[in-house]
């Protein structure tokens, strides 16, 4: 980010909700309203939301306000301490993929899961990761739904994912094959000395660029994310490489942030995600 | 870590008490005597302890008990808003090599400092470490103090420090040449992919091996690491890595604990450091 390309910047590609964000406060159906009321044309919904309104009764609001679906989050959790438990989480994660399809997703979101319990083997983690997403490739690919694998920050190496750097995911895609492809989620990213030489490696396989901010100080692993332009990313910065790779989709916001964004007024939260797509992305 | 090297582990290196783990209750002058009780062979004091209880009272007992002083923790923190800040730093840290020679440290142990107040720019702040490195070289080499640059954990890339993979610290070395080397902490460094090649890249240019443990779940993203085997790192993986790299030095201990080991009995953190050095290093 200390040299941003000098040619301008391609038009900003449209908010999206990740309703993660709104997760305090709204059910599923409440924030594609929201959204409706805010001129967000996308959302990202998460799949226990999903289960609580009805796969139906969504996939209807979202088709009566025109919404575009940028993604389902998510599937994953693909690591276990045995063969029945890594069976169960890719069954799981193939009613994932079906429940993607029945919404119109973009993409399936992948956390692909940390150590399996009493494990110290991350090295073991890893390729049991591999080896189901190339199981669930088959049924993935057989429906058409493309599958977005996440890198996750490295401090969440041990108990959400073991994939922690933009390197690895691509790597993992160029041993997998068609069909998979990158989110990219500046606050997971954005310290990474090899980012732009990434980004510009993934390519045409971004199928997602997620936003928010990284506080300073960070008082809580998970649930301390910031609002845009709140804390310390280069997101413009990180926006121009990820277009400049080939990437024209939607800015999904996804703030998971128990003490402050969650306690808020969600239609204000959506109020300020909108302003500050436009003033610091 | 998924395949250890097959060859016997060599011995494993002594027992260094990094002063942080004892700071809730001991000061600097207690905690030498702490190891001598214990007997802990090694010590790595930091800088606020040393100018509390004075320079020649620390060396005169750390000499009347023939401790090692692995390392002097810490200089750094070289990255500023303007020239005068930086300078400041740069001065700050002259100072830091005089009192490691002072002691007879075998190194100077750099956390290098991360987003400058008000600056987004990583690139830039990188920039200024390299920089700022390559000119506390001429004196510290001059006086023949090795500095041990730290890579740490990529969540304190905005705070603490903006060298955050064990690839970019060696490349540093590359770039900045002889008295400079790089200490290898598990607890930043555990969850890299890569950790496996560049420790045996970093080969001689290891200085220091720092060693506490990785909690499931963490509560604070300083102060609560772990006692060796309480956590998900493979220590002793890790231990030999560093070990077949062609490092032959001290184990320190640095537990930074607010809430569980620096409330406890200092003596008895240090018995069960020397345990489970044995048992799980």
């Known amino acids: 980010m200390a040299s941003p390309p000098e040619r301008p910047a391609r038009p900003l ?25 805010h001129g967000i044309t996308g959302i990202a919904p998460w799949r226990d939301q999903l289960a609580a309104c009805g796969v139906p009764e969504v996939a209807r609001a979202i088709h009566g306000h025109g919404l575009t679906v ?22 799981d994660n193939r009613r994932a993929v079906d429940e993607a399809l029945a919404i119109g997703a973009q993409c399936l979101v992948l956390v692909v899961g940390g150590l399996p319990p009493g494990s110290k083997d991350l090295g073991e983690a890893r390729k ?16 058409g739904m493309p599958l977005a694998l996440e890198p996750l920050h490295p401090m969440y190496a041990a108990d959400r994912a073991c994939v922690n750097t933009l390197q690895q995911a691509n790597d993992l895609c160029d041993a997998l094959g068609a069909g998979i492809g990158v989110a990219v989620d500046v606050y997971h990213v954005w310290w990474d000395p090899q980012l732009a030489r ?18 300073v100080p960070t008082t809580d692993l998970l649930l301390d994310r910031g609002m845009m332009g709140d804390g310390v990313i280069d997101i413009r910065g990180i926006r121009i490489l990820v277009q400049a790779a080939g990437y024209a989709g939607f800015c999904d916001v996804e703030i998971m942030s128990a003490e402050n964004w969650w306690k808020r007024d969600p239609d204000e939260v959506l109020r300020i995600c909108v302003q500050r797509h436009r003033t610091v992305v």
Do not use: Y
Request: charged share 20%.
């Open 70 to 91: 940028t993604a389902l989050c998510r599937g994953g959790m693909f690591t276990g301490a045995d063969a029945a438990s890594r069976a169960s989480a890719l069954d």
């Open 13 to 37: 590609g449209p908010l999206a909700l990740n309703t993660a964000t709104t997760r305090g406060q709204w059910n599923l159906l409440q924030a594609i309203e929201g959204c409706a009321r």
């Open 198 to 215: 990434e980004i510009a490696r993934a390519g045409k396989r971004i199928l997602g660029f997620h936003i928010c901010d990284w506080l």
């Open 128 to 143: 049991q990761v591999e080896d189901s997403l190339g199981e669930l490739l088959v049924h993935a690919g057989a429906g």
